[in-house]
């Protein structure tokens, strides 16, 4: 059965750094996109960032394009995402997704692109 665990999320304080790790197993196939979301109490979960294609493009949300960068190793079935100089409106629940098999997204950043999630990692940063 297909599962992603996440792992790596905590407290910091703003202008520090933290690294999400989502490890992939039961997977018969490579999901042609993963990625990031977060959800912030009250709010809509919105796409972070996100792996798609056959070449690895990568997407990132406006507010978080030169702070945070996402990596995927196939070889190893895990999606990281290092947060540098993180802000308080960075706290969130963050979530790692993955799409179904043969799926391509071509709205990596929208939720619906994605079967699979899992169950969250607790970001939370402090002024």
């Known amino acids: 059965q297909a599962q992603l665990v996440e792992s790596g999320g905590g407290s910091v304080q703003a202008g520090g750094s933290l690294r999400l790790s989502c490890l992939a197993s039961?997977?018969?196939?490579?999901?042609?996109?993963m990625g990031w979301f977060r959800q912030a109490p009250g709010k809509e979960r919105e796409g972070v960032a996100a792996?798609?294609?056959?070449?690895?493009?990568?997407y990132y949300a406006d507010s978080v394009k030169g702070r945070f960068t996402i990596s995927r190793d196939n070889a190893k079935n895990t999606l990281d995402l290092q947060m540098n100089n993180l802000k308080p409106e960075d706290t969130a629940m963050y979530y790692c997704a993955a799409a179904a098999w043969g799926r391509y997204c071509f709205t990596p950043e929208n939720r619906y692109e994605y079967t699979y999630w899992g169950q969250g990692t607790q970001v939370t940063v402090s002024s």
């Open positions: 039961g997977y018969t196939y490579r999901p042609n996109c």
């Open positions: 792996v798609y294609g056959s070449a690895g493009s990568t």
